[in-house]
């Protein structure tokens, strides 16, 4: 048994050992900037938000008192953790790594940005860039439109993110936007969330082998990850990139769940005979009773005739 659990102990320390070399961000999502810029009662609203959600593993921070993981949580005060881009901290909050939980579903990208201004509270050098279009003064009231371009060679989806006020556009950059292919059934995401360029733009690939209509054309959703900064904005295209695809009826066919009249034939025929057979059985058991009246009516007239002699 303790052969087991050393050698266990020894597993995990030697893949924790491995996965510890590298935590690589995706390039498109280290760029990702908090919508919002980080004051006083942000900061105090995340330090509420780390005791809860963080503390129990990376500790206070400053104080090194972190739990002994593998690979180590580390202490959020210490360059380990601050060496992070915004994008890069926001990314491996929300995602998690081992032992490291996945806060994507249950902290509010808001919530997650709040914490990194907290965590970042504890960096004097740090200088806080943040999407300048929307949250400077000179944008407010801007209108943050998304607009949808099919590359020619149709292997992927533009999608461009603007703040329009009067007649001044600007990109607006650093936010993270999603695009949905439209089901029967809902939406279905279509590649990992993006983070838009410093042109306001991110490119999701299509699929070569994706299902479209009948006229192969597909519906595509765009939204902003941050809906309580940006608003529900959302932009639905219809783009001709999908394999033309008839739909499948699943009435059209005899079968089990279809109407009557569409039936198997089997089930017609089994259920046809059974009635029949029941049927002919009543009649059988008419039949037979009719015979017992009539010989009880040949007895009767049997028997009053030897009383008559
Ligand atoms: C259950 C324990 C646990 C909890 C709770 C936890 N972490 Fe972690 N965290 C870890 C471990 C372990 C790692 C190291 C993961 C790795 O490198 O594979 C880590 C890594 C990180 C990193 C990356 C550090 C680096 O070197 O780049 C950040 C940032 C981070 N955590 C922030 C947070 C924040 C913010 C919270 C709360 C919202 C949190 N963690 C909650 C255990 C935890």
Redesign the pocket.
Known sequence: MKKILSSLLLFQILA?LL??QE?TVPADKKGRLSPFPFSDSIRKAGLQ??S???????GTPGKGN??A??????D?ATD??Q??ADG??FY??SE??????S?KN??ASK??WT??SY?RSFNPAYVQSVMPEITSGAYSGAVIALSLLLNPSRDSVMLKASAIRGNSVVPVTGAGVKLFVRRTFGLLPLDEEKTTNDQGMAFFPVPSDLPGDTAGKIQVSARFTDEDQFGPVSKDTLLQVGLKIEPVSLVKDRAMWNVVRKAPWWIILTYSLGVLVVWGFILLVLLKLRDIYIIGEHIDSVGAKKNES
């Not at 993981?69 to 580390?74: D, Q």
């Not at 998690?96 to 939980?101: A, D, E, H, K, V």
């Open positions: 924790g996965i510890a935590w938000l780390y809860l959600n963080c503390m129990s593993c990376h972190f739990q993981l593998v690979p180590p949580p580390g959020p380990k953790i060496h992070n890069e901290l491996k909050v998690g790594r081992g032992q490291m939980p806060f249950t902290l919530d997650i914490i990194v965590i």
